[in-house]
């Protein structure tokens, strides 16, 4: 059964950090593009960033470029470090892998299930 599981998420203040962990299982990801996507109330799922196979290309949404970034082990882990975070980052953030490098979710074939982030002004 193939499952993606976020974790380290919570509560934090402003100008604070947080690092989201991925963990990859039942099958192999090595050969996915793996990304981040978040979910405030009310909003529509939004991208916020995509990293390819061996890492070495990511793209970022331009809300957090220069405050988060991503990275990926060589196994089944992928990591988004999130620093001077702001109330507007304040969503459930969902890990997700596919086949191409995307924007778009329907790309993404495998989900996880969320986790919240509040980020307190």
């Known amino acids: 059964q193939v499952q993606l599981v976020e974790s380290g998420g919570g509560l934090v203040q402003a100008g604070g950090s947080l690092r989201l962990s991925c963990a990859a299982s039942g099958r192999t990801f090595r050969r996915s593009p793996m990304c981040w996507f978040r979910q405030a109330p009310g909003k529509e799922r939004e991208f916020v960033v995509v990293i390819s196979t061996s890492g070495a290309s990511t793209q970022y949404a331009d809300a957090v470029k220069g405050r988060f970034t991503i990275s990926r082990d060589n196994g089944n882990m992928v990591y988004l470090q999130m620093n001077d975070l702001k109330p507007e980052d304040t969503a459930v953030y969902y890990c997700?892998?596919?086949?191409?490098?995307?924007?778009?979710?329907?790309?993404?074939?495998?989900w996880g299930q969320g986790i919240q982030v509040t980020v307190s002004s």
């Open positions: 997700a892998a596919g086949d191409v490098m995307s924007r778009f979710p329907e790309q993404y074939h495998y």
